[in-house]
């Protein structure tokens, strides 16, 4: 079976050596997905001090940001969000963000109901607070 690796041209640059997605047959896996911007490296609702520790973060502009940015991959890779299937969601900050993000999550998966899991993690590779790591039918 043949795998195809797309890149979003509005999505975020990888912070590593991987593609946005892989499709594999009519699957979509897309690699962990965060808030940032593309072509910068602003994280939208996080402040950061000088040595680039985070200072605060607001998660609803960051659970915002980073839907934004799995749309876009989607799209890019012919998908929609309504094909989601399975989202795993990394949050650093389980007690105070969940109730946040769970909320934020409703509205934009009203139409759609994926399995979700949800982690609590020690930290991201970047300054984040959020990251998806999603799977999508084409």
Same mark, same amino acid.
């Given at each position: !079976?043949?795998?195809?690796?797309?890149? %979003?041209?509005?999505?975020?640059?990888? #912070?590593?050596?991987?593609?946005?997605?892989? *499709?594999?047959g009519?699957?979509? /896996?897309?690699?962990? $997905?965060?808030?940032? +911007?593309?072509?910068? *490296? *602003?994280?939208?609702?996080? +402040?950061?001090?000088?040595?680039?520790?985070?200072?605060?973060?607001?998660?609803? $502009?960051?659970?915002h %940001? $980073? /839907?934004?940015?799995? *749309?876009?991959?989607?799209?890019?890779?012919? %998908? %929609?969000?309504?094909?989601?299937?399975? #989202?795993?969601v990394?949050?650093?900050? !389980?007690?105070?963000? /969940?109730?946040?993000?769970?909320?934020?999550?409703?509205?934009? /998966?009203?139409?759609?109901?994926?399995?979700?899991?949800?982690?609590?993690?020690?930290?991201?590779?970047?300054?984040?607070?959020?990251?998806?790591?999603?799977?999508?039918?084409?």
């Open positions: !079976m043949t795998t195809d690796r797309i890149e %979003s041209n509005k999505a975020p640059e990888p #912070v590593g050596l991987y593609p946005h997605a892989r *499709k594999i009519n699957l979509l /896996f897309l690699s962990g $997905v965060g808030p940032r +911007e593309r072509g910068t *490296k *602003k994280i939208p609702g996080v +402040e950061l001090d000088e040595n680039g520790k985070i200072i605060s973060y607001d998660i609803e $502009v960051q659970c %940001s $980073v /839907f934004r940015n799995v *749309k876009y991959i989607l799209e890019d890779a012919g %998908s %929609s969000w309504l094909n989601i299937v399975d #989202v795993t990394f949050l650093t900050n !389980m007690k105070d963000d /969940f109730p946040i993000y769970n909320k934020i999550w409703a509205e934009y /998966f009203k139409d759609n109901l994926p399995c979700r899991t949800t982690l609590e993690i020690n930290c991201l590779p970047t300054p984040i607070g959020i990251e998806l790591k999603v799977i999508a039918t084409i």
